[in-house]
C-alpha cells in the first residue's frame, strides 16, 4: 500500500482486504497475542499537530504491537511552538531515518502538502476538516462483525461542516453499497452534501427512521461562538441521541462515536451506557485496523 | 527623440483602423499617423516594426500592489513596474496597505520619489481610507490629495462601518477623488478559504458564501446613491453582485465596478490538490459566477479590467493551505488572458478592450485617457494577438510567481511597450533602462 491520504482513493475490494486483515488482528489482540514482528527493523513517527487520545495512542500501540519502533512528536513540547514549519518539522522526522510517518493536522491537506517533501510513506491521521482514512476504515469493521453493508441504513448526526470522520464515512459508505442519511442544523449541514449521494434531514426523527446505524458525531463545543446554534441544550433536545428518539430507528439499530463524547450534548448518558452503543468497541478496532494499514504499508513476512 | 512605429493597426475605443500605419514619435508625443509609404529610417533614433501588429493606447491598471515600503521581498516599485511595462500597462495605480501604511502626506511623498527614482512606467498612488487600514479614524485624505493621491482605499480589507464610509465618500468627494471599495463584509468570511462550492466541500476547506461580496455591495450602491457620490467597486466576482450593480446603473447611481482576468477564466477547481496559486480574496468561483462576469463585461455593468496584481515570496504561498498568503501575480499575463478569455471567443471586440483596459480606468482616477492620436502623449502598446505562449511564471519581472495560470497556453503577447515617448519595453530585450 502506498500513502493512505484517503478513503476516497480505495476501491471496495481493497477496503474489505483491511477489515479483513483488521478482524485477523483483532481477535489475535483479543486473545492476548499483541506481539507481531512484521515491522520488525521499521520506523514509525508519529506527528500529532493536533490533540488527540485515541488515534495518536491507538497509532502507536498498532505500531508497537507489529514489532516497529516508534516515537511521538506533539506540537505542545516540541520547536513547532517556537515557530517551526511543518515542512521543516516533516522533512526533519523524515531525516531521522522513519519509514512512515502518520500525520494528524488541523490544515486540511496538510499529509499531502508534506508528499512532496518527504520520503516516508504517509498515513494521514486526520486532516482539518477533510479526511480520516482510519476512522472510517474500523467504523466499519465495527458494523462488518455485526452487519451487512449492501443496502444498509446509516444516519450520520451532528456538525456535518465541520466533520472529517463525517466525510470518510460518507464516502467508505458509499463505496459499500449502503444507504446514507445526514441530519443536523441547516447552519452546520454544508451546501451541495446532496450530491455526494446522501439524503439531507434536518429533523432527527425523520432522519434515523428504520435506521441500522446511527454515526454521531461530536459537537465541538468551541464552534459555538460562531452562532451556528443558539445553545447546548437547544442541540440535545433536538438532535442530541438519547432513548426516546431510538423507538424510531430499528430495534437493533446500534449507536456509534468517535470519541471523545460530550455527555448531554450530543449524546446521552444512558446511550453510552446501553448494549447498543459500540464506543469502547470502536477504539479496539482502531488499534485492529491501524495495525492492518500499517501491515499492509510497511509488513515484510507474516 | 524620434521614433518611428511601422505597419501597426491603430486600434483606439472607438474604432479600429482598417488599415495598417506608421506611427511617428517625437518628444513624447504623437506627431504623426501616415499610410505605409516608403519613409526615411535614418532620421529616427529608433525603428520599432510592428509587423502588423495592434498598437493600443497604453494599458491602465488601477489596481496593484507594489508592496513598497515594507514588502520589498515580495515586490518593489523597481520591480513591479518593470511587470507592468512587460505586461504592456503604461500607467498604473499602486494600493496603500503596504507597511506603513500610505495614510498621510510624508508616506506619500516618500512613495512619490521611489517613484521617481525606480518606476519604469508612470505610476500613481492610492491612499488609505483610515489611518493604518484600521477602519477607525479617516486617515489625511486632504493633505494627501494635495500630494496628488489619485483615490482612496482600505484594499485588502473592507471598510466595516457604514459610519465611517459615509464619512469618507463624502469628505473625499471635496478633493474628487472616488473611494475604492473591498467588497467583503468580514463577519461572513469567518474563516473561508475558497469558494463555498463542491470544492471546499470535497476539500474540507471552509467556504466563502458569495453573500460576503453581495452584501457589501448592497451597501455601497446604497451609500453611492443616498450621497449621490461615485463609489468604484474594486475585483467583483459574483453573479449576484453583477446583477445588483446593473439594476443599480439602471437607476443612474454613480457606481463604477472592475473585475480580474481571473474571475473570467477559472473556477474554484483551481484549487484542487490544495494549489496555493489558486488561493485569491476574492475567491475564484464558480461557472455561473464566471458567466456572469463575462456577460457584465459585454454588457457595460463592469467597466474595468485591472489585475490585482498581489505578488507573494515564495515561502508565503508554500504553506498550509490556510496558512497561505492570498493573492495572483497578474500584470504579465493580464492583456493575453483578457485577449485569449474575451476577445478571441467573441465576447468583446478589440475596441471594448481598449476602453475597459485603458479609457474607463483612467477615468475612474481621473488621469488623461490615452490615445492613438496625433498630438496625444505617447503612451501605446504594441500587442500581437497571433501568437501562443505558455505561461511560465519563473519568467516574470515580478517578484511574485504566485499564478494559477502557470502552465495554461494564452493567445497574444506584448510586443513593446512605450512610456511617455520612450521604449520601456520589448519583448526581444526586455526592459531598456
Redesign the interface.
Known amino acids: 500500500m502506498n500513502n493512505l491520504y484517503d478513503v476516497v482513493d480505495l476501491s471496495k475490494n481493497e477496503i474489505m482486504t483491511i477489515l479483513d486483515k483488521a478482524k485477523y488482528f483483532k481477535n489475535q489482540i483479543t486473545t492476548g497475542n499483541k506481539s507481531f514482528k512484521n515491522l520488525n527493523g521499521k520506523t514509525v513517527v508519529l506527528a500529532f499537530f493536533e490533540n488527540s487520545t485515541r488515534t495518536k495512542c491507538s497509532f502507536e500501540l498498532a505500531a508497537k504491537y507489529l514489532g516497529a519502533q516508534t516515537t511521538v512528536l506533539t506540537s505542545s513540547g516540541s520547536s513547532v511552538l517556537k515557530g517551526e514549519?511543518?515542512?521543516d518539522t516533516s522533512r526533519t522526522l523524515d531525516y531521522m531515518a522513519s519509514d512512515a510517518i502518520v500525520i494528524r493536522?488541523s490544515?486540511?491537506?496538510?499529509p499531502?502538502?508534506i508528499s512532496n517533501h518527504i520520503k516516508s510513506k504517509i498515513l494521514n491521521a486526520g486532516?482539518?476538516?477533510?479526511?480520516h482514512p482510519t476512522q472510517a476504515l474500523l467504523d466499519m469493521l465495527t458494523i462488518y462483525e455485526r452487519k451487512e453493508f449492501q443496502n444498509l441504513k446509516v444516519a450520520i448526526v451532528g456538525d456535518i461542516l465541520h466533520s472529517?470522520v463525517a466525510?470518510s464515512n460518507i464516502h467508505i459508505l458509499k463505496t459499500l453499497g449502503a444507504d446514507i442519511n445526514v441530519c443536523g442544523p441547516k447552519t452546520l449541514v454544508?451546501?451541495?452534501?446532496d450530491?455526494?449521494g446522501v439524503k439531507v434531514f434536518y429533523n432527527l426523527e425523520q432522519a434515523i427512521k428504520n435506521c441500522d446505524v446511527i454515526i454521531d458525531l461530536r459537537i465541538q463545543l468551541e464552534r459555538q461562538d460562531?452562532g451556528f446554534f443558539p445553545s447546548t441544550g437547544e442541540y440535545f433536545k433536538l438532535y442530541g441521541i438519547k432513548e426516546e428518539v431510538l423507538k424510531y430507528a430499528k430495534e437493533d439499530c446500534i449507536v456509534m462515536h468517535p470519541g471523545p463524547v460530550n455527555r448531554g450534548v450530543e449524546i446521552s448518558s444512558g446511550i453510552i451506557a446501553s448494549d447498543r452503543c459500540l464506543v469502547d468497541e470502536q477504539v479496539l478496532s482502531g488499534v485492529a485496523v491501524r495495525m492492518a494499514v500499517l501491515d499492509m504499508m510497511l509488513g515484510g513476512e507474516n | 527623440m524620434k521614433i518611428l512605429i511601422k505597419n501597426g493597426l491603430v486600434v483606439n475605443e472607438n474604432e479600429m483602423d482598417k488599415q495598417h500605419k506608421n506611427i511617428i514619435i517625437e518628444d513624447g508625443v504623437i506627431k504623426e499617423i501616415t499610410a505605409l509609404d516608403k519613409i526615411e529610417e535614418n532620421e529616427f533614433s529608433e525603428v520599432i516594426d510592428a509587423k502588423g501588429a495592434y498598437v493600443l493606447p497604453g494599458l491602465v491598471d488601477i489596481h496593484v500592489h507594489l508592496r513598497e515600503p515594507g514588502f520589498e521581498k515580495k515586490e518593489t516599485v523597481k520591480s513591479g513596474s518593470m511587470a507592468a511595462a512587460a505586461g504592456g500597462f503604461t500607467d498604473i495605480a499602486c494600493m496603500p496597505n503596504t507597511s506603513p501604511v500610505i495614510d498621510n502626506k510624508y508616506t506619500v511623498q516618500l512613495l512619490k520619489y521611489k517613484i521617481k527614482d525606480d518606476a519604469v512606467v508612470n505610476v500613481y498612488p492610492i491612499g488609505a481610507v483610515t489611518k493604518g487600514e484600521k477602519g477607525e479614524e479617516l486617515a489625511e485624505i486632504g493633505k494627501m490629495a494635495e500630494e496628488g493621491i489619485v483615490a482612496i482605499s482600505d484594499d485588502g480589507k473592507p471598510v466595516m462601518s457604514a459610519r465611517i464610509m459615509k464619512n469618507a465618500v463624502e469628505y473625499a468627494s471635496m478633493f474628487n477623488i472616488p473611494v475604492i471599495s473591498h467588497c467583503e463584509d468580514e463577519t461572513l468570511v469567518?474563516g473561508g478559504q475558497i469558494n463555498?462550492?463542491?470544492t471546499?466541500?470535497q476539500?474540507?476547506?471552509?467556504?466563502i458564501n458569495p453573500l460576503a461580496e453581495e452584501v457589501m455591495v448592497s451597501r455601497e450602491i446604497a451609500l453611492a446613491a443616498g450621497l449621490d457620490t461615485h463609489i468604484h467597486l474594486a475585483h467583483i466576482s459574483t453573479k449576484g453582485a453583477i446583477d445588483l450593480i446593473r439594476d443599480a446603473k439602471k437607476r443612474n447611481v454613480k457606481i463604477t465596478a472592475e473585475t480580474c482576468p481571473h474571475y473570467f477564466s477559472l473556477t474554484e477547481k483551481e484549487a484542487l490538490?490544495?494549489n496555493t496559486y489558486a488561493k485569491v480574496n476574492p475567491p475564484l468561483r464558480c461557472e455561473e459566477d464566471v458567466e456572469a462576469v463575462i456577460n457584465g463585461i459585454k454588457d457595460g455593468t463592469l467597466d474595468c479590467i485591472v489585475t490585482d496584481h498581489a505578488p507573494h515570496a515564495v515561502e508565503d504561498k508554500?504553506?498550509?493551505?490556510?496558512?497561505a498568503a492570498n493573492g495572483i501575480s497578474g500584470l504579465e499575463t493580464s492583456l493575453a488572458a483578457t485577449y485569449t478569455y474575451l476577445v478571441k471567443p467573441g465576447h468583446i471586440s478589440m475596441q471594448q478592450l481598449v476602453e475597459i483596459m485603458s479609457k474607463n480606468p483612467a477615468k475612474v482616477i481621473g488621469i488623461e485617457e490615452n490615445k492613438v492620436t496625433v498630438g496625444a502623449k505617447a503612451n501605446l502598446t504594441i500587442f500581437n494577438p497571433d501568437s501562443e505562449w505558455t505561461v511560465d511564471s519563473a519568467q516574470f519581472y515580478s517578484k511574485g510567481k504566485n499564478t494559477p495560470f502557470n502552465g495554461k497556453k494564452l493567445y497574444g503577447t506584448v510586443e513593446t511597450t512605450i512610456v511617455n515617448g520612450k521604449k520601456v519595453y520589448s519583448r526581444g530585450m526586455g526592459i531598456c533602462l
Open positions: 514549519t511543518l515542512i493536522h490544515q486540511s491537506g496538510a499531502y502538502f486532516d482539518g476538516l477533510h479526511a472529517r466525510r454544508p451546501k451541495g452534501i450530491k455526494l460562531s | 469567518e463555498e462550492g463542491m471546499s466541500l476539500l474540507g476547506l471552509k467556504g490538490g490544495y508554500n504553506l498550509e493551505f490556510d496558512r
